[in-house]
């Protein structure tokens, strides 16, 4: 899609001289038709289209059509099947287009004369599987991401009017970056085996706060781009994460996991000896606080109501009528509250009930106003330099940055990001003329996590073919993967046993699964035969070690999978935040739960819990869709598999472990039948008559 959205569609020169080299009537009218039939008349109706997608059609008429193999770019097909669900086709007027086809080709025999000639078959060269030295990172649409470059560059990143600062997955962990679309690409500020999430950008854009694990527990920290230092707030053995500032840059709200629940407290921001203090401590679950610019309030996420929503305290009262409810949506779920930079207006993201799911801004300064529906995304960011909305959009597998006017107009198309991101936010930064040496040190690329490394096995195979490893201490009926895929096995499994203390990859339901095996119902082409995925032990769901969060993207359903750790004192995994979805409810004799194929837990089961799937994906593992029948079907929920496609569809990906003639089926032929012949018309059997018996006769005496 890049090439299409950087040159265009396909100039009409060389377009006629392809025709003119194919020769022949027919193959010159398809390809005409081809490239000049879209352009005829092609017309999407949605209102996605005037935030961000009028790329589609330039993209569908420069060659890019849907095929069961995923005919669009990765990129272009995930924004196009989550985003654009509701873009229809208009119908092509084909009388139209042959007519104009049929004109410009007489146009271009009239011209040269056509001589049919045969092009050689393209092969395709086998793929090079040697290891890289470095990591590459994925090109994006619209906006260039890159990595940072391993010589440390201390020149500070050009002055803009806007900043992102990212949590992204880097190399394994999560580190902050600086990203500005229009002026700066990724620039890593903080590096180590560690994760930093949930950045805030200080009023005055000289600091950062966010919530760091460097110490072995999650606190929350300030980094001063000043002069690169790291200061410590919070030091404690609770999970401390999601900071705000207050309008003066003295105090910072957060969250914080104590005696099994999440509750707001207030710490200083110079002087890190003063006491915190305790902001809600009643119970509920309260979360993701934002200090209003304002200054006399704090809005925040509360499941009080029974349901998640938006909550205001107000800090010059007292009591309960402190607390007001600012979204009141009915049936949904509202997340990530943000304020305008006059504190006028707040932001969030809801998704269930009624109402579309996406981002809503309601006017705080009327009372019971409903609130007004922007556009598709999760976790909003206000800029209070800006008057501009920063979302975040999500697809199974990849996620997105994007901005919003206050009346919903796109101000940034979705930027893909090349990890995933734990929190952002978005400000005017302020930088020294010389970057302090820390920054420096951290802007250089780590050493990756792993590489691959083919074995013996793959160099004695005909070119473009893999083959398949051994998993050493694992239990599975075939503990072998392809041989590219291996070594990120055992670096993901090493990384599990580090964050959880036990060892969830030592037995699984399934890992490489020969021809020979018949698949189970509706899994025809299973990830599982192509060597490049595993299946968790299913039994784990069932001892309570393995919980799953069902998420809904556009007409298909994918889970987040979270593992107990084994130290629950806050030095493995966050608390959860979302009820999970109990698979096993569809046994309970709950014919609703049977029906829907479980249902959602009652409450958040306490402690502390690792996301799999977000590990599972930084080293390059991926989740798989439900199956239609996932409600009646336990298997066809697959919330314990991950692939690694590395950007193969199944039957590429099935060309690396076996030769082409054995993914070819013969098409079955009949064997001729005996039938009995008609009778001709006409023709009948004879009819059976008796003939009379010739009575004897007696010849007289002489």
Known sequence: MLNVLRGGLPAPTSNFQFLKSRGGLALSLFNFCRFVGPLVYLNYSTNILRKGTACIPAAEAGGFAPASSGGYPREFRGLRRYFGKTMRHQPVRFPVVILLALVSLAAVHACAPLTPTLDPTLALPPPDHSPTSTLQPTETPWAAISTATDRADPTPPPATDEHYVLSLADNGYQHLFIYSPQAIPLYRITNGTWDDITPAI??????????????????????????????????????????????????IVYETYENGNLDLRISSAVDPAQAPIQLTNDGFLDHSPAWSPQGRQVAFVSNRSGEDEIWLVQLDRAGADRLINASNLPLSSEDHPAWSGDGSRLAWSSAGGNSPSGIYTSDTTQPGSLPVYLGPGNYPDWSRSKDIIASQLNTPNDEYITAYSPTGLLTLPPVLMPGKLQGYSLGKLTFPSLLPASLQSASADPTPVWMPVLENSSSNLPPGRIGLEPLLGVQAPYPQLNDLTDESFAA?????????????LANLENAFTPLTSPPDPALGKDWIYTGRAFALNPVLINAGWVLTVREEMGEEVYWQ?????????????????????????????????????????DNLPPGYWVNLTELASAYGWERLPALSNWRTYFKGTRFNQFAFTSGLDWERAMLEVYPP??????????????????????????????????????????
């Open 661 to 702: 003639e054995v993914l070819t089926t013969p098409t079955a032929v009949n064997p001729p039948k005996l039938t009995p012949s008609r009778t001709p018309w006409g023709l009948q059997a004879p009819t059976i008559t008796q003939t009379a018996t010739p009575r004897p006769t007696f010849t007289p005496a002489p």
């Open 561 to 601: 999978v979270y593992l107990r750790p084994t130290a629950q004192d806050g030095s493995q995994g966050r608390p959860l935040k979302e009820l999970p979805w109990d698979l096993n409810a569809r046994y309970n004799l709950d014919s609703v739960a049977y029906d829907q194929g479980g249902r959602w837990m």
């Open 202 to 251: 200080s009023p005055d854009g000289k600091q950062i706060a966010f919530s760091s694990r460097r110490n072995g527990y999650y606190d929350i920290y300030i980094l001063d781009l000043e002069n690169g230092e790291i200061r410590r707030i919070t030091d404690s053995l609770s999970y401390d994460a999601s900071p705000s500032w207050s309008p003066d840059g003295q105090w």
């Open 492 to 504: 993901l499994r090493e990384r599990l046993i580090r964050e959880t203390g036990w060892d969830v």
